[in-house]
């Protein structure tokens, strides 16, 4: 048998891994914010070939830039996909990749990897070689015969197949290898962008091939074919001869490989781990391990590979499978103890009191926590071990009455002394408090700790950190309770199925807390997640737990207004037009505004993809005034969205159960580290017109209690004065001033009493304009003003607050240094686009974003402080208000009316004692029997 050179496709495979992670919902990056993909999907294949195939002889060829096909055909991969700059980031570091390893790396000026490969290949092969290519590119189908076999990508990496014979690529294309550059020469190549002849498709390539060897075959025997084929092939003749030479692989280039560089009995093992380490790819590091038999911590220099077996062009299985799954058999060496015996009950209890930290997860029937019943849960208090109590399954399987499992569990669940860790333990708090268990000491929730270290990461879930960081890909969900119509619920799931996918959860969640937490320190945010983000987490549980009193009445009286009005608007509108058609058909009504009422769009480049000119609110709102339709058009829009998303929807989400509604607080919802609500959303409700505030009205106090509202007044503005240590600013703020009539009085030139609205309104554009990343472009749109003004208020601002100034100065300077900014209280929001600047449109917005996330993000953690705080000082003063919600600045409590003065004082000493800067903070507090009409606080 003789010895096998695997050839690696570099750009290829890196496309096909970073693809097959990111599209699966993975942002992967380290603590620096330094995207990982491409290199981390991409060192997980050379690990999963070295384990499996045990290659003796491996390379890794690059395109080598600009190709000489380009010179031949201009367009040639002109409508190719840019590469994503995410991607294109990472290719420096994947090639470093290949060099840690000790792989030859084949590059060569003006040549595509393809021509690489095919060139050392043929010279393997006359070396007396096999040869086996790794790719995700057909064209290499061509270089397919007796010793060289090609390994294909498929649209997914697990779908990977091999052509090892000839025979092979005909049953896959339908052609011989040698006939590929024939094929597309006629039919062309859509992914390159190679012509071909026009007219000719696949189908009649396919069947000229199928009667004529090559391309010179078909055009000697022109005379024999149908007329209009014989046509278009004379018409394309000189494109049909380019396409094969924009197709053919080259396979004579100047370039060599010394085979014995290219062995991999000597890998240089601690170099490897240095680079994961650096890299933070702790499953790879368990990998390596495993391959090369030694310990990460004690690795010598060069470990030989394991001795490889006979190597042959056989199936490769490199794209396939790779993580041991977990949940339901093989375990990961998971010992599952199904809980359901007073015997098991006791061993569990046993070692609970000696625990040091207790994994915690609940199962239940729906994914919202207080409208599930309780089916079970489990439990973990060391590696390799977990527990599951079943409660709920309706299988007719042995369970322990609940009433027995909450008795037993009580002194451990409810225990601060004994931490808690888990994945959301919000939902897990609420899921037992709704069965009568109360949880505390909640000290680590892995969600939480991960998206502290990457808040823009897509990949929170439990499943998803556990294949990045342990190597282990669990059980998803839908695997016991299906999806779509065939769906079930856990109850109706055996216990047998579920005890391993529950007992999973929780022990994951221990074995990734050490590594979790040695990321925080890294990132410098252990003490933000110790001290802000899981002290919030039983303070959310509670507000979500009391929820809001809704006046259902009051909204379906609403509802029937509106509807009558919409009925009205859309008699108005048709008698405008002349005739009806669908008002919320983008396309009808773009054909009304624009070929019917000839109106002119306002930017005539700008089309939809059907081809019609945008009605987005943008465009309307531009138009508006040219016609009378539109007012009615945007009227009806902002109707019909009050109606359907609030007046329609809020009484639907009513709680059966406690006549209440429950939003969702998210803590890891935004990236700035605001907190988001959601089913239903209630920081949302519009506020600026009339009938928005009236949804308000329909929140409303129980009997005997009232509404308080309390309100940080211009927090971020005090938090600019605060972190730019400016003195005018800070003066002002001092002196109790109106700080937007004190900035117009300062870049107007005229004493405060003399500042006018509009003067008012300008500074206020500026004020928040310009923490907001704003230009002078944008603040002439904003407020109003040509170019020319807003480029003479931006100059006149900053010459009156020069401190301002130098900090948005140095603030851009130091993300573009260090690729991140920070909160005062040391929350990080990472902008890697700012370091290395591929696109100059994403680095402008995000220098944008990079100038308002310190400040949106402190005053986010301010009030995160406020809340954290007002619990117990309410307890504190005997008071029985309750927390309802938060909307940015502003908190929302249930109060009894007799308590209501005190209350409301104690909040707003809470709320302006949260955090101390330069300057005081500031609140506002208004009551009243509902949101929409408060009285301020006298």
């Known amino acids: 048998m003789p010895p096998v050179l695997y050839l690696i496709d570099g750009h290829a495979l890196a496309y096909r891994a970073f693809f097959a992670l990111t599209t699966s919902g993975m942002r992967l990056s380290t603590a620096s914010g330094e995207p990982t993909a491409g290199v981390y999907g991409f060192a997980s294949v050379l690990l999963r070939l070295l384990e499996q195939d045990k290659p003796e002889y491996l390379a890794v060829a690059f395109d080598g830039g600009y190709s000489f096909r380009d010179q031949i055909y201009s367009e040639y991969k002109a409508t190719r996909a840019k590469m994503p700059d995410d991607l294109r980031m990472q290719m420096e570091r994947i090639r470093e990749l290949v060099d840690v390893f000790g ?20 010279q393997a092969v006359k070396q007396g070689f096999g040869v086996k290519i790794i ?17 294909l990508a498929g649209s997914k990496l697990s779908e990977a197949r091999d052509f090892v014979r000839q025979e092979d690529v005909q049953a896959y294309l339908g052609i011989r290898p040698d006939q590929v550059v024939d094929f597309k020469a006629l039919a062309g190549d859509p992914s390159d962008n190679i012509p071909g002849v026009r007219g000719i498709g696949e189908k009649t390539a396919l069947a000229l091939l199928k009667d004529y060897a090559h391309l010179e075959d078909i055009y000697a025997h022109l005379d024999d074919l149908p007329a209009k084929v014989r046509q278009k092939l004379e018409e394309g003749r000189e494109m049909a001869f380019m396409s094969r030479e924009l197709a053919t692989i080259k396979r004579d280039l100047h370039i060599t490989l010394e085979l014995a ?32 038999g030694i310990s990460a911590a004690s690795a010598p220099q060069q470990v030989p590979l394991i001795p490889p077996e006979p190597t042959s062009i056989g199936q490769l299985s490199l794209f396939g499978e790779e993580i ?44 919202d926590p207080l409208n599930g019943a309780l089916v079970g849960i489990s439990l973990a208090v060391e590696p390799g071990t977990g527990y599951y109590l079943p409660v709920g399954h309706l299988t007719g399987e042995p369970q322990l009455p609940l009433e027995s499992i909450r008795d037993a569990l009580a002194p451990f669940l409810g225990d601060p002394r004994k931490p808690k860790v888990g994945q959301n333990l919000k939902y897990d708090l609420l899921a037992l408090r709704l ?10 929730d892995t969600l939480l700790a991960e998206w502290l270290v990457d808040p823009a990461s897509r990949a929170l879930g439990l499943k998803e950190m556990a294949e990045r960081y342990l190597g282990v890909q669990m059980t998803r969900i839908e695997e016991l309770i299906g999806t779509g119509k065939n769906q079930r619920t856990m109850a109706q799931v055996s216990v047998a199925q579920v005890a391993p996918y529950a007992a999973a959860d929780a022990e994951i969640t221990l074995r990734l807390k050490p590594i979790l937490e040695e990321r925080m320190l890294k990132a410098g945010v252990t003490r933000l997640f110790q001290d802000v983000e899981m002290p919030l987490v039983p303070v959310l549980a509670d507000m979500e737990w009391n929820g809001i009193l809704l006046d259902v009445p009051f909204l379906q009286r609403m509802g029937v207004e509106l509807s009558q009005r919409l009925a009205e608007i859309e008699k108005e509108i048709y008698a405008l037009v002349g005739h009806p058609f669908n008002i919320n058909s983008t396309q009808q009504l773009s054909r009304v505004l624009f070929e019917e009422l000839r109106l002119e769009p306002p930017d005539r480049r700008k089309k939809t993809s059907a081809g019609l000119y945008s009605t987005s609110a943008e465009v309307l709102e531009e138009l508006r005034g040219r016609h009378p339709v539109l007012d009615l058009i945007l009227e009806n829009r902002e109707l019909s969205k009050l109606k359907s998303t609030y007046v329609d929807a809020l009484p639907q989400q009513v709680n059966p159960r406690t006549g209440r509604v429950h939003t969702r607080f998210n803590q890891t919802g935004s990236v700035t580290g605001r907190l988001a609500s959601s089913d239903p959303n209630l920081q949302n409700i519009p506020t600026r017109t009339d009938l928005g505030r009236q949804v308000r009205n329909a929140f409303i106090a129980d009997e005997g209690w009232v509404l308080l509202s309390v309100d940080y007044s211009q927090i971020e503005l005090r938090i600019v004065a605060h972190v730019a240590n400016d003195e005018a600013m800070l003066a002002a703020f001092r002196a109790g001033q109106d700080i937007h009539a004190a900035t117009a009085a300062a870049i107007y030139g005229v004493p405060l009493e003399a500042v006018t609205r509009e ?5 206020k554009a500026i004020n928040f304009g310009l923490i907001y990343g704003m230009s002078a472009f944008g603040l002439s749109r904003s407020a109003d003003l040509t170019l020319a003004e807003a480029e003479n208020f931006v100059k006149a601002y900053f010459e009156q607050f020069p401190g301002v100034k130098r900090f948005l100065d140095d603030l851009r300077r130091r993300a573009a240094r260090e690729g991140y900014v920070e909160t005062l209280l040391g929350r990080r929001r990472y902008f890697p686009n700012l370091k290395n600047p591929a696109n100059p449109a994403l680095k402008a917005r995000e220098e944008r974003e990079a100038i308002n996330a310190p400040i949106q993000g402190t005053a986010a953690d301010i009030i995160k402080l406020a809340m954290i705080r007002l619990p117990e000082a309410l307890r504190a003063a005997g008071s029985r208000a309750r927390l309802l919600l938060q909307v940015h600045d502003e908190l929302v409590l249930e109060v009894p009316r007799e308590e209501m003065p005190g209350t409301a004082k104690l909040v707003q000493h809470v709320m302006e004692t949260a955090y101390p800067l330069q300057i005081p903070l500031t609140t506002e507090a208004r009551w009243g029997k509902n949101w929409g009409e408060m009285t301020p606080l006298e």
């Open 103 to 122: 792989f030859p790396r084949l590059e060569l000026n003006g040549y595509e990897a393809d021509d690489i490969i095919a060139s050392i290949a043929h």
């Open 135 to 151: 790719t995700g590119d057909r064209d290499l189908l061509q270089l397919v015969d007796e010793r060289i076999a090609v390994n």
């Open 261 to 292: 560089q290219a062995r991999t009995d000597a890998i240089p093992v601690e170099k490897v781990l240095d680079f994961f380490r650096r890299m933070e790819f702790r499953s790879l590091i368990t990998r390596m391990e495993k391959i090369f």
């Open 324 to 367: 041991v799954r977990v949940g339901l058999p093989p375990q990961h060496d998971l010992n599952t103890v199904i809980v359901n015996t007073p015997e098991t009950l006791a061993e569990l209890c046993a070692k609970l009191a000696q625990a040091e930290w207790i994994a915690l997860d609940t199962e239940t029937t729906s994914t």
């Open 435 to 444: 069965a009568g268990m109360e949880a505390q000491g909640l000290a680590f």
């Open 759 to 763: 003067m008012r309104r300008h500074a």
